[in-house]
């Protein structure tokens, strides 16, 4: 069974500071990788989509990377703004018609 | 991208009942995925809606618990069946409308049994 594990469990900044979102997953034939938020009370809003591969993908201030030897995805996020609050997980698919293996997320408090 | 409803949106139900959620998108796809994310949790893969086809199910879970239907690229259902309190979660409809794409996902239905 696969596993997604994210680090750190949560976070809280002051507003406008860079941060780095680790994940890690134990698929060696990962085929792609998705960041999403989501917000309290709310779905999950896809943010970044990688292909085994890409390397990185980039959308307004973030920007997601992915290093499939190591195992390894980060999302970084620029500027960071109190609207950017929310829980942000890390999924991966070992298919291109595969359900997705969730990471338990990090749950980001921007600080304003 | 796809815009995806789901009903309802909550319900509270009886030990020993069953609810049918529903979830419909606005274009077809080729894949749609039931997801559990119960509380304070990250989400479970429950099985794969297959067109036409028997559901497959993650481990873990089985069609008597979870039976499942999709008789079209729009649309899927998805049963709790004889509910238990441990069925109190938030149940999730995904769909990819190619393989390989991003997945998209409704706005969940929160259920609690008492």
């Known amino acids: 069974k696969q596993e997604v594990t994210q680090i750190p469990a949560a976070l809280s900044v002051p507003e406008g500071e860079n941060l780095v979102l680790n994940c890690s997953f134990t698929?060696?034939?990962?085929?792609?990788l998705q960041w999403f938020r989501q917000d309290p009370g709310k779905g999950l809003t896809s943010l970044l989509l990688i292909q085994s591969s890409q390397r990185e993908q980039t959308s307004g201030r973030l920007n997601a990377s992915l290093d499939k030897s190591s195992g390894r995805s980060t999302l970084y996020i620029a500027a960071s703004q109190p609207g950017d609050s929310a829980t942000y997980l890390c999924a991966e698919a070992g298919g291109g018609a595969d359900g997705l293996t969730f990471g338990k997320g990090t749950h980001l408090i921007i600080q304003p | 991208s796809a815009v995806i409803s789901q009903k309802p949106s909550r319900d509270i139900c009886q030990r020993g009942t069953s609810l049918t959620i529903q979830c419909q998108v606005d274009?077809?796809?080729?894949?749609m995925f039931w997801y559990r994310q119960q509380p304070g949790q990250s989400l479970t893969l429950i099985a794969t809606a297959n067109q036409g086809s028997e559901a497959t199910y993650e481990s873990g879970f089985v069609i008597d618990k979870f039976p499942i239907s999709r008789p079209n690229l729009t649309f899927s259902t998805l049963t709790v069946s004889n509910m238990s309190p441990e069925d109190s979660s938030i149940y999730l409809c995904?769909?990819?409308?190619?393989?390989?794409?991003?997945?998209?996902f409704g706005p969940g239905t929160r259920l609690l049994v008492l």
């Open positions: 274009s077809q796809v080729t894949m």
């Open positions: 698929d060696s034939a990962i085929y792609n």
């Open positions: 995904s769909v990819q409308p190619r393989p390989g794409e991003t997945q998209y």
